[in-house]
């Protein structure tokens, strides 16, 4: 639930409404199909189709049909799908898509039953733990094949990220954004303000910000998952990444020593947060950046969405971010940071996936390519594309500097939620644990911490 | 019963005209139902018996069954996902969030027994007397009730944002470092959404109690004043003892809303962080991305046992009323 769009849900409710309407007829129609039996299926769209001739080259196929399920939902990320599937029937001997878009958390919500029951042939994802979770219990399909096809044109981040445990390709990376510390260019200059590199600096910074006046760190963490960020870096700065994967995924334990000492480096900057940060909404943080009442904001690095809305361009020149200061630690040679990458997936159980499997995998090479990639960040400018080949000159400042940061880092991690299991990050598990323990951040964290441990230990294995 | 029947059968058959007839018949049971008579009762006991069984037990029961288990709605359902009694274990052992959210449901149910009803029946009580402006006032109140409590939720949202919401920058307190977090202070954010529900549940109660009230005899209320009863009197001492078939459902009502609470409290954070409600707890458990199907059924086990307090009061008084 990192993520611009699913955080939108709430605000853009109606919307939403409207998507989950559209999923309904989708759904509706799709089982009128399914009455008529899945063997006719493919031959009657095809009969429709009229031309859409199938032919085979390797393991692509030109023509005939495929379908998608997509959770993008919001309306850039929407018309940006659209432009992809568009641009692949022209460019793939005319392959009709049916393009089946479901609420963003609706999506998330029912993955299981959607991966289980007849989803379409291919569908979004975030690549991670939530990848490798569904490649274990079989429901994704491999595409080593696509995979070696258009590798060249990934750096090995991203060729990790996509890997399953069983060592096989599951996904294609098509965008990723870093979470960084944003700031207002002219209000930094202003006050004089420079980009501080220790973490002492930061808190002194902290200080001076708050003499002059302003809400030193912007802090938003009604829905729960934005805390999420903080508590990510911090341990990725003071017990590096091997530590940090471990504890996400169980293998440490949450009342480790190690965890504590995050939850005291944090206790020292939650002074400087926003008021009544739990009963903001990241928006309504990012609201305080751009109003000028807050210096800086550890978000993704979608917080320019809300720099776009206020529809000024000159706002958005002035948006810049810096990364997170070191800690004084061995780990901040890793420069290690979240930036949670979005991917493309076959499915299983898809009844159509047999005959449409070489289109499949075609739309699979197609979302591989940097110009595809570029196409959708034209329309969804928040996420940045993967692909080596991709046409970075007409990219503004912020995203090529976002480019930067991210190929500086020796260690990525996926964001909290997607990095660990989604019943322990939930609203049920971590969101709760972190808000009990930023509403007395001062307090001693044992008790919390055997919490969160004993919360962990109750899970069944995965 | 059968010796009975027996016994009873022949001594009416032997007064009837065509008893040679009947005697034949002796050794099959004695009914007064005809071959339609039957099919129709069949018909009419088995079409919404097995529409009950189907649609109300079997997923009742599916769900007692499924928290014994630890099932992840992933793959079929083995004999390794029976875990016993685990689930309910750690539910009142050492899941935190079980006896905050049974707390809150029991908070809601004494905030919406003692505040919102009473003022519900209240608002009820003064509209009745016909004063000036009475359809003005009822359409005023009951307006909120006409909206999902998703759209209550969502603009109550608005009106409790600390920075940009309205009450605090009524109350001046926007712009102070100390500034009243309505919804996200679990202190005090349960009363916030508690106020908001209120909104919508007093014009409701007011609605029903209207109509109540509007049918009560005027001749009682004519009588208790020649008595010389003061309208409190005649209120607590008269009206309210007629009323008691709406009362009885006003207090079902209230019960219900204050069990089946889930959506103001989810559309302002999904139900963490001090607004834990047990039909949050199933949801987060078991509908959401966690999928813990088998736990969240178990949480789904104790809210039916506590759902079937109310409404077994409600139905052995219906039970005695009929009978």
Redesign the interface.
């Given at each position: 639930m990192g993520d611009s769009r699913e955080a939108k849900r709430?605000r853009n409710?109606l919307a939403a409404k409207d998507a989950a309407l559209n999923l309904n007829l989708d759904l509706s129609r799709r089982d009128v199909l399914k009455i008529a039996g899945y063997g006719s299926l493919a031959a009657f769209i095809a009969a429709c189709g009229g031309n859409n001739a199938t032919t085979t080259t390797g393991i692509t196929a030109k023509g005939g049909t495929m379908s998608l399920g997509s959770y993008n939902t919001d309306p850039n990320s929407k018309k940006g799908t659209q432009a992809i599937v568009d641009a692949f029937t022209a460019a793939n001997g005319g392959t009709k898509v049916k393009l089946n878009t479901v609420d963003h958390g609706t999506f998330?919500?029912q993955?299981?039953?959607y991966l289980?029951g007849t989803p379409e042939d291919a569908f979004t994802w975030f690549s991670g733990h939530r990848m490798r979770f569904f490649a274990d219990?079989g429901?994704a399909t491999p595409i080593d094949d696509v995979w070696d096809a258009v590798k060249s044109n990934y750096t090995a981040g991203f060729e990790a990220s996509i890997k399953g445990n069983d060592g096989k390709a599951y996904a294609i990376p098509t965008d990723y954004y870093p979470w960084a510390v944003f700031y207002r260019k002219d209000v930094w200059s202003q006050h004089g303000y420079t980009v501080p590199t220790s973490w002492d600096a930061f808190k002194a910074l902290c200080v001076k910000m708050k003499a002059d006046g302003l809400i030193p760190i912007a802090f938003a963490?009604?829905?729960?998952w934005p805390a999420q960020g903080t508590f990510d870096i911090l341990n990725l700065r003071l017990n590096g990444y091997d530590f940090h994967t471990e504890l996400l995924t169980g293998k440490q334990k949450w009342t480790d020593q190690r965890v504590t000492n995050v939850y005291k480096k944090w206790s020292e900057i939650t002074p400087y947060y926003s008021?009544?940060?739990?009963?903001?909404t990241w928006e309504?943080g990012a609201?305080?950046l751009l109003r000028k009442q807050a210096g800086m904001y550890l978000l993704g690095l979608f917080v320019s969405d809300e720099f776009k809305a206020s529809g000024s361009a000159a706002d958005l020149e002035q948006l810049d971010f810096f990364a997170f200061p070191d800690m004084g630690t061995q780990y901040d040679a890793e420069k290690a940071l979240d930036a949670p990458i979005d991917v493309y997936m076959l499915t299983k159980k898809s009844p159509t996936l047999q005959t449409d499997l070489g289109q499949a995998k075609a739309f699979m090479e197609f979302v591989a390519k940097g110009s595809t990639q570029v196409l959708y960040w034209q329309n969804a400018p928040g996420s940045i594309p993967t692909a080596n080949d991709a046409d970075t000159s007409t990219y503004p400042a912020l995203t090529k500097k976002a480019v930067q940061i991210v190929s500086q880092a020796k260690k990525i991690t996926q964001y909290f939620d997607r990095d660990s299991r989604?019943?322990y990050s939930?609203?049920?598990g971590m969101?709760?644990f972190l808000?009990?323990f930023l509403?007395n951040p001062k307090q001693d964290t044992t008790s919390l911490q055997g919490?969160m441990q004993?919360?962990w230990d109750?899970?069944?294995?995965? | 019963m059968a010796n009975t029947t027996a016994r009873v059968a022949p001594a009416r058959t032997q007064k009837a005209p065509e008893a040679g007839a009947l005697v034949n018949r002796r050794k099959r049971r004695y009914t007064l139902l005809t071959r339609h008579d039957k099919i129709l009762i069949a018909l009419m006991v088995g079409i919404p018996l097995t529409l009950d069984v189907l649609l109300v037990w079997g997923p009742t029961l599916a769900s007692v069954g499924l928290s014994f288990t630890?099932w992840?709605?992933?793959?079929p359902i083995t004999g390794k996902n029976f875990?016993g009694f685990k689930n309910y274990q750690?539910m009142f052992s050492?899941?935190?969030?079980f006896w905050p959210a049974f707390t809150h449901n029991l908070i809601w149910l004494a905030w919406l027994t003692l505040i919102a009803t009473p003022l519900g029946m209240f608002l009820a009580v003064l509209l009745d007397r016909e004063m000036r402006g009475t359809r003005f006032y009822q359409s005023v109140f009951f307006l909120p009730v006409v909206l999902s409590l998703?759209v209550v939720g969502?603009i109550w949202d608005l009106q409790?944002?600390?920075?940009?919401g309205f009450i605090n920058n009524a109350l001046g307190t926007a712009k102070s470092?100390?500034?009243?977090?309505?919804?996200?202070?679990?202190r005090i954010?349960l009363f916030s959404i508690l106020i908001a529900t209120s909104w919508r549940h007093i014009g409701y109660i007011m609605i029903l109690y209207l109509a109540g009230l509007k049918s009560v005899d005027p001749s009682l209320r004519e009588a208790a004043r020649v008595d010389g009863a003061t309208e409190v009197q005649t209120f607590f001492g008269v009206v309210f003892p007629v009323m008691a078939p709406i009362n009885v459902i006003i207090v079902v009502i209230t019960a219900i809303e204050a069990l089946r609470a889930f959506d103001i409290a989810f559309?302002t954070?999904?139900?963490?962080?001090g607004l834990e409600l047990l039909s949050i707890?199933i949801y987060?458990?078991s509908?959401?991305?966690?999928?813990?199907v088998?736990?969240g059924s178990a949480i789904a086990v104790i809210l039916l046992l506590i759902s079937l307090v109310p409404i077994v009061a409600f139905l052995s008084r219906v039970m005695r009323t009929l009978a």
């Open positions: 709430v409710l998330q919500n993955i299981s039953s289980q219990k429901l963490d009604k829905d729960g008021p009544a940060f739990a009963g903001l309504q609201d305080q989604p019943d939930g609203p049920n969101q709760g808000l009990k509403s919490q004993a919360f109750s899970l069944p294995p995965e | 630890n992840q709605n992933i793959g875990v750690f050492g899941y935190t969030l998703v969502f409790f944002a600390p920075t940009d470092s100390n500034l009243i977090d309505w919804l996200g202070n679990p954010n559309i954070n999904q139900g963490k962080n707890l987060n458990n509908i959401s991305e966690a999928s813990l088998g736990f």
